[in-house]
């Protein structure tokens, strides 16, 4: 069945640096592709999405591509803040809605 | 703007309890779904709805489980006998409509079975 996989975190930088977390995925068809951001002691909030191949989602400064080649969505940024500190999902759906979800990535950025 | 909102916000149960986690989705969306998370684990589905029925269902969720939406606004998930393993965060969503769609959560209510 339809699945995705993300790095293993926690991952650990200090201010400014640049992020990187891959996700990879296995799915049927044309999934659409999607992260989401829980921050400490809320929900999943849509950080950004890309629906069909070579998109690219873009919102906060993060950024990801949608590689069909590679079936790849990796989650960047150019330059973290400590308020960028959560656990970042990656996620896929398929034909029938249902959201499908990586293990999640801590970020932890430090001062 | 609009967003799904969840109460409790932590629910402490005795096992062999029943419970109920209420939700109200956002009022123009027509899917509704639940999903849980086990602490530590990944964010797991559990059960689709539209059209004021099951559309799909995960193994999770077995006979224990039910959702209803009773009026027009609240969306609702019960137990019927609790287990210590349904311990988890339970977090209802709902969406516009299938894969293009983002669903849109709510912060999710903490299930704690003693």
């Known amino acids: 069945g339809d699945s995705v996989t993300q790095m293993e975190g926690p991952v650990t930088l200090s201010e400014e640096a640049f992020l990187t977390i891959n996700c990879t995925y296995t799915a049927t068809g044309y999934p659409s592709l999607f992260w989401y951001v829980q921050y400490p002691g809320e929900g999943l909030q849509l950080l950004l999405k890309a629906t069909k191949a070579d998109d690219k989602g873009s919102n906060k400064g993060f950024e990801a591509t949608y590689r069909k080649e590679t079936t790849s969505f990796h989650l960047e940024k150019g330059s973290v803040q400590v308020s960028d500190s959560a656990v970042y999902f990656c996620a896929l759906t398929g034909n029938t809605g249902k959201l499908i979800f990586g293990q999640g990535t801590t970020l932890q950025v430090k001062p | 703007e609009p967003e799904v909102t969840q109460t409790p916000s932590h629910q402490v149960t005795q096992m062999g309890q029943e419970v109920i986690l209420r939700c109200v989705p956002i009022s123009n969306h027509l899917y509704f779904y639940w999903y849980r998370q086990i602490l530590g684990q990944k964010v797991e589905f559990l059960v689709s709805?539209?059209?004021?029925?099951?559309?799909?269902k995960s193994e999770i969720f077995d006979d224990q489980f039910s959702v209803e939406r009773p009026d027009g606004s609240n969306f609702t998930l019960k137990i019927r006998s609790t287990k210590l393993e349904d311990s988890a965060m339970y977090f209802c969503?709902?969406?516009?409509?299938?894969?293009?769609?983002?669903?849109?959560f709510g912060n999710g209510t903490r299930l704690t079975v003693t």
């Open positions: 709805f539209y059209n004021n029925e099951i559309s799909e």
């Open positions: 969503a709902s969406s516009l409509g299938q894969k293009d769609s983002p669903l849109h």
